[in-house]
């Protein structure tokens, strides 16, 4: 996206030529030919610099400012000033401005100035976003791990809608953490203290359950729809795709009538298979598009092998601590293997394989020794490297007492090379010290 700017000057010449200029440089430009318009359309969420003339009829540069940084005060604000004017300049550096400049400018110097407002601003809004994601994920509950690109942007989501009563359609394969989300979102949600409830639409029963919620809500008998008054915060309703038929009329009037006639109650609905195939029919069709529901498409695990790592070593000190156990070693070859496997039952899998580490070690995964020259007869090249590469580095840190210098001279490795390798494979050389 185009870096925005609100360019603001009174004389129409210089409003359309260096309204041109920028455009040329790539930037979407919006003119206005007075203060007053422009300040009426700034929300302290734009995203982009602002240019205003200092000297103006009606509402002056001095007096935008002002009141435009009462929306924001991280706005990036560039001042032009005429010769003579210095004096307001300063003034309006001093209130806040981000810059100014005195006509008449270079054409490069403007471009310069407005590249270097726009990255200002640009970081703001990015630390803003980091500061709201790390409020929220320092909550109660759960969290959402990970650096992969499309768990970065579920937070940034997540983020923006824990605070509303917006209904959610979680979408994704099998133990791929969509239970997880829900829960994410009710704990961090308006009115955590209430119940969560959670109904699974797949399981035997469900038709019964299903039932006696919309009754009981109802005061009615089961399938009237009228207006419920339920007693929690949020209402899960797993698989929801496997509802059985005969209960889609009852329960897509029961839910239309909580999204749209109590916003105290928060329904959110998950799905393991492909949603816009099913949504050409049927309730989910009604959640997609009757009631606009915002979907969240969860990842499998296997789409962001970056994350195995640090979600593994997350859930083994979660068990080992329910154990009350020290955490096992983990090398570089383990991890390997960690990121070269399929996972099919995505998050989940790896998790219950976490806990089967905790208890077994290196049996978990059939070999017999993690550091040891015994390796799985089906190790990969890589696997193989890594754990040939983990045992040259003991041996020279057993020979020189854990002294990195000698190490360094002996293996011909540069200083920060060997700080890297010593991390990648979670090495601590005071465990080598006489």
Known sequence: MNTPVIFIDDEKSVRHALGQTLELEDYDVTLFASAKPALDQLANQFQGVIISDINMPGMDGLTFLKQALTLDPEFSIIMLTGHGDISMAVEAMRLGAYDFLEKPFSTEHLLDVVKRAAEKRELVLENRELRRELEVQSGPGPRILGNDPSIKQLRRILSHQSKTHAPLFIHGPSGCGKALVARFVHDHGLQPQQPFITIDCSAPGAEAQLGELIGNHTDQPYGCGAQPSPHFATLYLKHINLTPQQVHPALEAFIETLCKGNESVRVIVSADTDYHRQSQAGLLHSLYFKLGFITLDLPPLHKRRDDIALLFHNFLRTDCSRF???????????????????????????????????????????????????????????????????????????????RLKEVQLELGLARKTLYDKLRKYHIDKKEFKA
């Open 324 to 402: 009350g156990i020290e955490p096992p070693h983990i090398d570089a070859r383990l991890e390997q293997w960690l990121t070269e496997q399929d996972w099919p039952g995505n998050v989940r899998e790896l998790r219950q394989f976490a806990e089967r580490y905790a208890l077994l070690g290196s049996k978990a995964i059939g070999t017999q020794d993690q550091h040891g020259s015994d390796q799985s007869p089906t190790a990969t090249l890589a696997i193989r490297v890594a754990d040939f590469e983990c045992k040259v580095l003991h041996d020279a840190l057993n020979r020189h007492q854990g």
